[in-house]
């Protein structure tokens, strides 16, 4: 084991040190006084675990193949961004647009997440045991997102592909467009009952229910457009320069 003291890097350099590490054969790490440093942990490849004993910022283990990060803190926006494969364990919250895009592998939350967990996703798996914000799995294209708190509005917007799992008993109140909730089929309560026993996770598969893109019909993908005070809509609408 060794550990690293990132008040002494950019994140930049970090990174290096952290591959170069794990191209020798080092297989765990320990990276203290990280103070919400953005770009921690990405583009990592192999095998390798890497505990970060502090919070971290944006992009944290994106673009990442392979090893196992934890954090032992808070995790800002866009965590996980295009993983491929590994884990990524954060155990407070993070900020929003966790899980964006990955392709794999398993990011599990212990506290909330913000708005568009888990959006156009394709792979692998989310797990969020607190709650999270609105647009959840919005776009996604696969995967499971697995949400044991409350739900935010229009969960599951736009879903293409993948599945939401929820035992929210509002959720039904709570969907967006081009999807329906549905029951759990045996077969998906037995991958929960194993993702729950591996991240020790106390949660009964039965009272999930699942979140699933439209089969049939016309997708309406719904736009969405910012809301100006009205003079600035004005000048917007002419084209001009938009100032708030």
């Not at 297989?27 to 502090?54: A, K």
């Not at 155990?91 to 966790?98: A, D, E, F, R, S």
């Not at 229009?154 to 799992?165: L, P």
Request: aromatic share 8%; glycine share 14%.
């Amino acid at each position: 084991m060794e550990n690293l003291d990132a008040a002494c890097y950019k994140s930049s350099e970090l990174n290096e040190i952290i591959k170069a590490k794990m191209r020798d054969g080092l297989q765990d790490i320990v990276i203290r006084n990280s103070h919400s440093m953005h770009n921690m942990c990405v583009g990592l490849t192999g095998q390798g675990n890497i505990t970060i004993e502090d919070s971290t910022g944006l992009y944290t283990a994106s673009f990442m193949e392979g090893p196992r990060v934890v954090v032992e803190g808070n995790v800002g926006w866009y965590a996980g961004d295009d993983m491929m494969s590994g884990e990524l364990i954060i155990k407070k919250n993070t900020g929003c647009n966790v899980g964006a895009y990955i392709n794999g592998g398993t990011i599990v939350i212990y506290g909330s997440t913000g708005s568009r967990v888990g959006y156009g996703m394709k792979g692998g798996s989310i797990i969020v045991c607190g709650n999270a914000g609105r647009w959840a799995a919005q776009m996604s294209m696969g995967g499971n997102l697995i949400i044991l708190g409350e739900l935010g509005q229009q969960a599951g917007e736009s879903m293409y592909k993948g599945a939401v799992f929820t035992r929210d008993t509002n959720a039904v109140n709570k969907l967006g467009g081009n999807v329906f909730l549905d029951e759990a089929t045996p077969e998906e309560r037995v991958m929960l009952k194993e993702l729950f026993d591996q991240y020790e996770i106390s949660a009964d598969p039965s009272e999930f229910k699942v979140i699933r893109p439209a089969t049939s019909g016309r997708h309406k993908y719904v736009l969405f457009k910012p809301v100006l005070k009205p003079k600035a809509a004005k000048k917007f609408a002419r084209g001009g320069e938009f100032r708030e």
